[in-house]
């Protein structure tokens, strides 16, 4: 089991900055290819960014390129979303997702992913 644990959400006005955390525990240490994903509401998720644990792969969806960046510290078990540039289309909730299966890749689909954290909010003001 991997439990994962964002934060970093909040209220920033349109152009500003933001920073999410995930940090990944659990029982079993293993490596993970991770993602993140939005949901507003009355829409359905979508993908964010997703980065390879071990090889250093990222992609990001449209939308973002450019404005974020996902990275990785592994020694503190963390991945990170750096949001720059933020428009108000930005605001939802954020999460984090690990996938198991396939460390080595970068996955855009959501269904691939094995374990979920709770979200964090953003919210982007005009």
């Known amino acids: 089991q991997v439990q994962l644990v964002e934060s970093g959400g909040g209220l920033v006005q349109a152009g500003g900055s933001l920073r999410l955390s995930c940090v990944a525990s659990?029982?079993?240490?293993?490596?993970?290819?991770m993602g993140w994903f939005r949901q507003a509401p009355g829409k359905e998720r979508e993908f964010v960014a997703a980065?390879?644990?071990?090889?250093?792969?990222?992609y990001y969806a449209d939308p973002v390129k450019g404005r974020f960046t996902i990275s990785r510290d592994n020694a503190k078990n963390t991945v990170y979303l750096q949001m720059n540039s933020l428009k108000p289309e930005d605001t939802a909730v954020y999460y984090c997702?690990?996938?198991?299966?396939?460390?080595?890749?970068?996955?855009?689909?959501?269904?691939?992913?094995?374990?979920w954290g709770q979200g964090t909010q953003v919210t982007v003001s005009s």
């Open positions: 997702a690990a996938e198991a299966s396939f460390p080595g890749t970068v996955v855009a689909d959501g269904s691939e992913y094995d374990y």
């Open positions: 980065i390879s644990w071990s090889g250093g792969s990222t």
């Open positions: 659990g029982r079993t240490f293993r490596n993970y290819a």
